[in-house]
T-cell receptor, first 112, second 111 residues
């Protein structure tokens, strides 16, 4: 019952911006968009989340379309250490909606 | 401190053994999670505890038994597992409206 759709894989040249798309056309008004990544055999790492405004932190930027049906995670200057599987997840913010359900994600490979 | 600590890191157990996985956090989070991850697959939610009470059980077989003794600890008791239960078991914690932090997981092998 994954609510998000992501491309299975992407490549990006080292030093360039990596743009990872996500479709979440059934998102509801009380759901955030979260992004996590998982480097091989490690626990998932939180990257960023947002509700409807664009967000930026030290790791990435998150661009959410005005209708909230899709978003893009931007890694501004990709490095080899950014090679990982990236998961886009929608999650409610009300008590009782703590469920965090992973979809199949995008395997991002940074090319030297 | 944004760390979720899982022990042990690796575990090999026989199908007749009883073992436990442990998870600890000191961030004051009141939601705690167990996930199972098979190779090349996304993490699959198993259980969610909210305020130390089991709130979600994703139809997990009874050979997996979760326990939340207090707000900082989460255990997963294992009994009579099968080889197909071999996987990476991940623990996470969060406030109910913020990001979840994950541990590094326990790599379980059932022989």
């Amino acid at each position: 019952d994954a609510k998000t759709t992501q491309p299975p894989s992407m490549d990006c040249a080292e030093g360039r911006a990596a743009n990872l798309p996500c479709n979440h056309s059934t998102i509801s008004g009380n759901e955030y968009v979260y992004w996590y990544r998982q480097i091989h055999s490690q626990g998932p790492q939180y990257i960023i989340h947002g509700l409807k405004n664009n967000e930026t932190n030290e790791m990435a930027s998150l661009i959410i379309t005005e209708d909230r049906k899709s978003s893009t995670l931007i890694l501004p200057h990709a490095t080899l250490r950014d090679t990982a599987v990236y998961y886009c997840i929608v999650r409610g913010y009300n008590f009782g909606n703590e469920k965090l359900t992973f979809g199949t994600g995008t395997r991002l490979t940074i090319i030297p | 401190d944004t760390e979720v600590t899982q022990t042990p890191k690796h575990l090999v157990m026989g199908m007749t053994n009883k073992k436990s996985l442990k998870c600890e956090q000191h961030m004051g989070h009141r939601a705690m999670y167990w996930y199972k991850q098979k190779a090349k697959k996304p993490p699959e939610l198993m259980f969610v505890y909210s305020y130390e009470k089991l709130s979600i059980n994703e139809s997990v077989p009874s050979r997996f038994s979760p326990e939340c003794p207090n707000s900082s600890l989460l255990n997963l008791h294992l009994h009579a597992l099968q080889p197909e239960d071999s996987a990476l078991y991940l623990c996470a914690s969060s406030h109910w409206n913020t990001e979840a932090f994950f541990g590094q997981g326990t790599r379980l092998t059932v022989v």
